[in-house]
């Protein structure tokens, strides 16, 4: 199929589940999204069963699969979707709780990641299909950071405290970028093309956040000065689509961090920009471009999360594995976050029920199913993309169906965090 007619496919699908998720389910939208995608996916294969001829569902695939998930993930929607959701974060906020954010995005990462392999090695041993320890780091990696699109689309519909939930959306937005670089340090090793010693795993780290922050700190203030001396809306309104794409565009080439290079700038210009360098009038355009920008990018990545199952596949053998990582990954994830507040904790008090918000809440989305799509085709390949794929979409529909009365019962909105 032509670009034009996959994308006119994509927005048709994404406003007739969109219409009758509004109309009938009534669902959070990118949940509803989710849902319905996944419901028509598995229509399609069990008629394709016993449907003697059925092709639709062949068709489909075939349109899916001419879209590279990685790239369009990775490459094309993830900047926008980072920009458009840090720009609404309030960086006082996140400057009050650096040390946990800090702490919940790189060494909560690693601790998930190596908790997630120890078990997944131990436990596909048990079951009689091993899978080598270097793959189940490679799986931990990937699945290990809490996905920042899928995160603050649930936290627009779920009402926790202010402290907390900076903690919740500062550690999405920040911990991608570590996480995608852990998996290429772990692929890298796992496939053997590369050797990484101690020196050159911290260069590479540096390189990767620091170099993105300082990307994202210059291009924003380039934005910020330039949008300062004018009072347009429609031209500031194309001054940050250009600040977005073309720093993520740069980081790209650079070999440093886009997320977190569009993160940084996004809170620059939703912070310091949109007081001393925007009009209200500008303000409101600007701020409407991207939550709508924001709507359509979440509309067409959460469909197709769903419809991705045609092209992941059903393995009944490695059922029991997939079932089986949900409550792995949801146990590593709890101890990744209880370690680090417990110890932090011991300077400063945190909000009722922080753990289990943070732990329940840490959704996985499509960042974690585009990097296990781009995998290479390896024996081991099919049951990483089935594990993924069970916990994402478990997480989302389930974790993010669940979150809304979890924090309704757990957490009271006078008792805050006083600045951790």
């Known amino acids: 199929m032509r670009l034009l007619e996959i994308i006119a496919l994509l927005l048709t699908l994404s406003a007739v589940f969109g219409f009758l998720n509004h109309r009938y389910l009534r669902l959070p939208h990118t949940i509803g999204l989710v849902l319905i995608a996944l419901a028509a996916s598995l229509t399609l294969i069990a008629l394709d069963g016993v449907v003697e001829g059925f092709a639709l569902d062949d068709a ?62 131990a436990l596909s041993a048990a079951l009689g299909a091993p899978l080598p320890f270097a793959w189940a780091l490679v799986f931990g990696a990937l699945i290990s950071p809490t996905d920042p699109i899928a995160v603050l689309s649930i936290l627009k519909t779920v ?39 101690a020196l050159d795993v911290v260069r590479l780290f540096v390189t990767e956040a620091v170099g993105g922050a300082v990307l994202g700190i210059a291009a924003g203030y380039l934005a910020y000065a330039a949008m300062r001396r004018i009072d347009e809306h429609n031209m500031e309104v194309l001054i940050t689509l250009a600040l977005v794409t ?36 500008t303000r409101r355009h600007v701020f409407q471009f991207w939550d709508l920008a924001d709507e359509i990018f979440n509309s067409l990545l959460f469909l197709l999360i769903g419809l991705e199952v045609l092209v992941v596949g059903i393995y009944l053998d ?49 960042i974690s199913v585009a990097l296990a799509l781009s995998l290479p085709e390896i024996a081991f390949k099919p049951v990483i993309l089935a594990m993924t794929y069970t916990v994402v979409v478990f997480s989302i529909i389930v974790q993010g169906l669940t979150m809304k009365p979890l924090a309704g019962r757990m957490v009271r909105d006078d008792l805050v965090d006083p600045g951790t």
Request: hydrophobic content about 60%; overall charge positive; cysteine-free.
């Open 60 to 121: 489909l695939r075939g349109v899916l699969r001419e879209i590279d998930f990685h790239a369009v993930v990775m490459e094309g929607m993830l900047g926008i979707l980072l920009f458009a959701g840090a720009l609404h974060v309030d960086l006082s906020e996140l400057a009050r709780r650096k040390w946990a954010i800090t702490t919940l995005a790189s060494a909560g990462v690693l601790i998930s990641t190596v908790l997630i392999a120890l078990a997944v090695w």
């Open 159 to 197: 009402r926790v405290p202010r402290p907390l939930e900076a903690k919740i959306a500062g550690e999405s937005l920040f911990n991608d970028g570590i996480g995608v670089v852990v998996f290429t340090i772990l692929l890298a090793l796992a496939v053997g093309g590369e050797e990484f010693g």
């Open 246 to 281: 073309a720093s993520y565009g740069l980081a790209l080439r650079l070999h440093i961090s886009g997320p977190i290079a569009v993160v940084v700038a996004g809170l620059f210009i939703g912070n310091h920009g949109a007081r001393f360098g925007m009009s209200e009038n």
């Open 318 to 366: 490695h059922l029991a594995l997939a079932l089986a990582a949900i409550p792995l990954v949801l146990a590593a994830r709890w101890i990744s976050v209880a370690v680090p507040i417990g110890l932090l904790s011991l300077r400063a008090q945190f909000s009722r029920g922080a753990i289990t918000l943070l732990t329940w809440g840490g959704l996985r989305g499509g």
